[in-house]
């Protein structure tokens, strides 16, 4: 799974990369270094005119026919496996596919048996490109039990990890290359035979351990640049 992530700008240096019109007030956007379930992030999808788009979506998907947003922060991964069958994902794989701009993830490594030991976590970055380009789902949701707001909100796809991070997690999110970026975003897309293609694993990554501070969570959640420097775990 991924369950936190790093995204650094400034916005040109995104809008540049992936080739994308910023829509959000980019006088809101900040740097940060751990990403956490239901806030919101940006993600590059194809809007209704048929353009590249930045936009802000929740992180956790929340399905068009859900009775409540309480869900959200479970469905904050979805696994390629079953992405295009599963309930909560099939039509939003199907129909609404985007990317999620990462400059890194973080991981967390189980220590051996009766060790007694804390997870180690890991920073996993690309070693080519400048931004993980993460596969994920959209959907749309309406709260129409009281002021009709649109809630708009996104998930990451995951798979079986590379043969290097093997040693770190059971899982990776899927990475989109830039040369299947126009056929993976094309909403007019909808052969599952062919986009179920793109959910495969990259060994485009570095990776190496770094403080337990980034696992805090709620008011112990740290978002800070010193989260992503190297610490030996010995």
Same mark, same amino acid.
């Given at each position: 799974?991924?369950?936190?992530?790093?995204?650094?700008?400034?916005?040109?240096?995104?809008?540049?990369?992936?080739?994308?019109?910023?829509?959000?007030?980019?006088?809101?956007?900040?740097?940060?270094?751990?990403?956490?379930?239901?806030?919101?992030?940006?993600?590059?999808?194809?809007?209704?005119?048929?353009?590249?788009?930045?936009?802000?979506?929740? *992180?956790?998907?929340?399905? #068009?026919?859900? +009775?409540?947003?309480?869900?959200?922060?479970?469905?904050?991964?979805?696994?390629?496996?079953?992405?295009?069958?599963?309930?909560?994902?099939?039509?939003?794989?199907?129909?609404? %596919?985007?990317?999620?701009?990462?400059?890194?993830?973080?991981?967390?490594?189980?220590?051996?048996?009766?060790?007694?030991?804390?997870?180690?976590?890991? #920073?996993?970055?690309?070693? +080519?490109?400048?931004?993980?380009?993460?596969?994920?789902?959209?959907?749309? *949701?309406?709260?129409?039990?009281?002021?009709?707001?649109?809630?708009?909100?996104?998930?990451?796809?995951?798979?079986?990890?590379?043969? +290097?991070?093997?040693?770190?997690?059971? %899982?990776?999110?899927?990475?989109?290359?830039?040369?299947?970026?126009?056929?993976?975003?094309?909403?007019?897309?909808?052969?599952?035979?062919?986009?179920?293609?793109?959910?495969?694993?990259?060994?485009?990554?570095?990776?190496?351990?770094?403080?337990?501070?980034?696992?805090?969570?709620? +008011?112990?959640?740290?978002?800070?640049?010193?989260?992503?420097?190297?610490?030996?775990? %010995?």
């Amino acid at each position: 799974m991924c369950g936190r992530y790093v995204l650094e700008g400034p916005v040109s240096r995104l809008t540049t990369y992936f080739d994308a019109r910023h829509t959000e007030d980019q006088s809101q956007f900040n740097n940060s270094y751990n990403i956490a379930p239901t806030t919101q992030v940006p993600v590059v999808r194809i809007n209704r005119e048929g353009e590249r788009v930045i936009l802000n979506h929740i *992180w956790g998907l929340i399905p #068009y026919w859900a +009775k409540d947003i309480t869900g959200s922060a479970k469905l904050n991964n979805a696994r390629g496996e079953t992405v295009h069958e599963k309930p909560s994902f099939r039509t939003a794989f199907k129909k609404f %596919r985007c990317l999620i701009p990462a400059s890194g993830y973080y991981e967390w490594q189980a220590p051996p048996e009766r060790s007694g030991s804390r997870k180690q976590p890991f #920073y996993i970055y690309p070693n +080519k490109t400048p931004y993980f380009a993460m596969a994920g789902v959209c959907d749309h *949701w309406i709260d129409r039990t009281t002021s009709g707001e649109l809630f708009m909100s996104t998930a990451i796809i995951t798979t079986e990890p590379c043969e +290097k991070l093997k040693q770190v997690h059971d %899982r990776m999110p899927v990475m989109i290359p830039k040369e299947n970026w126009a056929e993976w975003l094309d909403p007019k897309n909808q052969d599952l035979i062919s986009l179920r293609q793109f959910v495969s694993t990259s060994d485009a990554v570095n990776f190496h351990a770094v403080s337990f501070d980034v696992s805090g969570a709620g +008011k112990n959640r740290v978002d800070s640049e010193v989260l992503i420097k190297n610490k030996d775990p %010995r």
